[in-house]
């Protein structure tokens, strides 16, 4: 583990203030961005999802429980793994419950969905540990229409936004989009309901899930980020 070069205070300070100059150009563009992700266009849910959980079968408005957004955690766990993503579940275990407190003040629920049977969720070690509800898509198109489970068998290959076909020919294969066998990817997806319809508004994969992360927006401001 390298550490940073040590230097005197007033280096600090030139070295510093150049580095703020860098995030001041940047904030513009990181609000921009942010005002350009609520101005997405969405796209209405036509198709009846039915999902397993602790109250038995609900449906993608249900999970809404009331609320006029919806957040859904693609937590990883293929149907043959003996529990969920480590990975994943360190990225729950990062979701202090101040946080989604304060997610559901803004009129917005979260949840967590997973390809695995519930049976497989409630013999997970993360069934009780999880504070906010966990619920199983076994058994339906849900994972496959949001391109969180890559099996060309079962439906077109999409990998962050891009086809199977579009990454082959870009000349840079990516090993999920070849697989022989199912792979699960983590990302998140949000939804909104209006008037009696369901929308779907965003969804993000793999590293921008990360990003998303109170702790690891904390540890981005720290010499060692999250290598400790």
């Given amino acids: 583990m390298v550490l940073p070069q040590v230097v005197s205070r007033d280096q600090w300070l030139t ?6 100059a860098t995030e001041q150009q940047l904030a513009p563009r990181h609000a921009a961005l ?9 796209v209405r849910i036509e198709k009846d999802y039915v ?13 809404f429980e009331g609320c006029r957004q919806l957040i859904v ?18 990225f729950s275990g990062r979701l202090h419950p101040g946080v989604l407190a304060a997610v559901r003040a803004s009129d917005t629920a979260f949840v967590a969905v997973s390809r695995a049977s519930l049976a497989k969720l409630r013999a997970s070690r993360e069934w009780r540990r999880l504070p ?29 936004f891009e086809s199977k076909e579009e990454i082959l020919a870009a000349g840079t294969p990516i090993e999920l989009v070849v697989s022989e066998t199912p792979v ?3 990302g998140l997806s949000c939804f909104i309901q209006d008037n009696g ?16 992360s109170q702790a690891d927006s904390l540890l981005g401001l720290t010499a060692l980020g999250g290598r400790v």
């Fill in 15 to 20: 070295a510093r203030r150049e580095l703020l």
């Fill in 73 to 90: 955690f693609h937590l990883m766990f293929d149907p043959t793994w003996d529990d969920a993503c480590p990975s994943c579940s360190a």
């Fill in 197 to 212: 319809n369901i929308f779907h508004t965003y969804s993000v994969y793999d590293r921008g899930v990360e990003e998303l």
């Fill in 184 to 186: 699960e990817i983590v």
């Fill in 51 to 63: 999902f397993q959980g602790a109250r038995g079968p609900v449906s993608l408005p249900e999970l």
């Fill in 132 to 160: 906010f509800p966990w619920y199983s898509s076994f058994g339906s198109d849900f994972n496959y229409d949001f391109h969180v489970t890559l099996d060309e068998r079962v439906a077109p290959v999409m990998y962050n």
């Fill in 34 to 42: 942010v005002a350009a992700r609520r101005r997405l266009p969405m």
